[in-house]
């Protein structure tokens, strides 16, 4: 099984920070403070903690240790070795893999969930088939979760599938321990959107099926959707983040990610003049640029660019904010800052390109994406801290 080398690891020690041209700040105690404010939404229901794919960019040692601090004794990742990262730090915390039986279905393979005591999360009927024979053969009822689906058309059984184990099981008890049901929301970021009272609905309904088992249907939209949606446990993620919990509204959350870098150089520029590759946009007036030390190498999205045609992303110096001007390269970003006064934009000064003044969800919706990727897709280049 290849390791999977976290890259924080590498970044806590290394580079000099004097020579540092970005800063990926993660503000551990905001991290915190956001899951005690999920756990007092959700109630008497279980808020767990979802750090699949590196806690969202942030680092899912720091931030495992963090959440279990904060209280989370149940944790989500996707991937099973990301789940064994987990363990290592978190001995007595309850971890699923939401991915299922990933793997080549060998019994090498099932034998590293039972060893770092992962629970997957079965999605289809061949997983639950073989679960059940794994467990059978081993004559240990080892614990998993049953992902149900109610309108995503991704991973899950369906209703017929559950009809039909549920009568199966009142005859012939399953070999392994059924620790948990859970489907998930298609619109949880759209609080109008009819689908989620259908698959509210449509999940009770399985829930009536199974009444002894625990169930979970909210991610970080289902938490605010109201208590009709936190069942036994919640399972948030992005909100943990900081990112926004409903499409178009600014995040409830305290900022956890903050992307800033160095202004490399100044340069003033006539107007009429073109900037960066492909020439796509031009200066309206003569204008003062400043050129940023990061790029789409350090995980910020090329298609935040600017051009005459699209505005881009904006970020903030010194309190004011600058427009990005023409294409994102690999390791440079020009921003216009015509207008903001001479002695406040400055090399060595920083810009930041999301945090507390330029929101993460701002960025992304420039790039015509979502926080989720913009904060997954976090590079390896920028200097990284954790408050
Ligand atoms: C990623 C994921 C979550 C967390 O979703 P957020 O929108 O980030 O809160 C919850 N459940 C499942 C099944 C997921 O894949």
């Not at 942030?58 to 601090?69: D, F, I, S, V």
């Not at 990262?85 to 090498?108: E, H």
């Not at 150089?265 to 009429?272: N, Q």
């Not at 003569?286 to 881009?312: E, F, M, P, V």
Request: charged residues 20%.
């Amino acid at each position: 099984m290849p390791d999977i080398s976290l890259p924080h690891i590498s970044h806590l020690t290394a580079p000099d920070p004097s020579l540092a041209g970005s800063h990926l700040t993660i503000d551990l105690k905001a991290l915190a403070d956001n899951y005690r404010m999920l756990a007092q939404k959700t109630g008497s229901a279980e808020c767990a903690a979802v750090i699949k794919a590196d806690a969202y960019g942030t680092g899912l040692e720091p931030a495992a240790e963090t959440l279990w601090q904060a209280g989370a004794r149940t944790f989500f990742v996707a991937h099973p070795q990301e789940g064994a990262k987990a363990r290592t730090l978190l001995p007595d915390a309850v971890i699923y893999v939401l991915n299922g039986l990933v793997g080549d279905d060998s019994k090498d393979g099932f034998d590293y969930y039972r060893a770092h005591q992962l629970r997957p999360v079965l999605g289809c009927r061949e997983e639950v088939s073989l679960w059940q024979d794994y467990c059978a053969n081993r004559e240990e009822a080892l614990p998993c979760a049953i992902h149900f689906d109610t309108g995503m058309n991704r991973l899950g059984l369906s209703f017929a599938d559950a009809e039909a184990l549920s009568t199966q099981w009142k005859t012939a008890k399953p070999a392994f321990a059924l620790e948990l049901i859970i489907s998930h929301l298609v619109c949880a970021d759209e609080p109008k959107h009819p689908k989620n009272l259908d698959q509210l609905e449509k999940f009770r309904a399985v829930r009536a099926l199974f009444p002894d088992v625990k169930a979970s249907l909210a991610n970080s939209g289902g938490v605010f959707l109201g208590p009709d949606y936190h069942f036994d446990l919640c399972r948030p993620g992005i909100a943990l983040y900081g990112g926004a919990v409903c499409e178009g509204e600014k995040s409830p959350m305290k900022v956890v990610a903050t992307l800033k870098s160095r202004v490399l150089s100044m340069r003033d520029v006539p107007e009429g003049q073109s900037v960066s590759y492909g020439a796509t946009e031009t200066t309206k007036r003569n204008s003062r640029l400043a050129i940023l030390c990061l790029g789409y190498a350090d995980g910020y999205l090329r298609t935040a660019s600017s051009s005459d045609l699209k505005k881009g992303a904006k970020v903030a110096i010194n309190g004011h904010q600058a427009p990005i001007i023409g294409r994102v390269t690999m390791d440079l970003i020009i921003v216009d800052v015509t207008g903001i006064p001479q002695e406040q934009v400055k090399r060595g000064d920083w810009a930041e390109f999301f945090g507390s003044q330029i929101p993460v969800d701002d960025v992304a919706e420039s790039a015509g994406t979502i926080s989720y990727e913009l904060l997954t897709s976090l590079g390896l280049r920028a200097l990284r801290s954790y408050l």
